[in-house]
């Protein structure tokens, strides 16, 4: 797999290939209610799932090309990642 993405600041860019598992990385921002909340939002057609999304490093392996967006509920508000995947 790749390294770890963070979601430091809003509007991260990240790239990826499809089949290739990204992993996100929420080491550095506390949680609200000690929980992480990850959300995917994935490319119209896209069957992926985000596992372990109340986790501190959720993964997921893109299906099909495209932009993938990662987002975590910080106590700071909402952080995001772009994962752009190509063939």
């Not at 499809?18 to 921002?29: D, Q």
Request: proline share 10%; net charge negative.
């Amino acid at each position: 797999p790749r390294e770890p993405v963070d979601p430091p600041n809003a509007n991260q860019k990240v790239s990826a290939q499809v089949g290739e598992r990204v992993i996100a990385n929420g080491t550095l921002f506390a949680a609200p209610h000690g929980m992480y909340e990850w959300s995917l939002d994935a490319p119209e057609g896209s069957t992926v799932m985000l596992s372990n999304v109340d986790k501190v490093g959720p993964s997921f392996t893109p299906d099909m090309a495209g932009e993938y967006i990662l987002t975590l509920e910080t106590v700071d508000g909402p952080r995001t990642v772009t994962v752009s995947v190509k063939e």
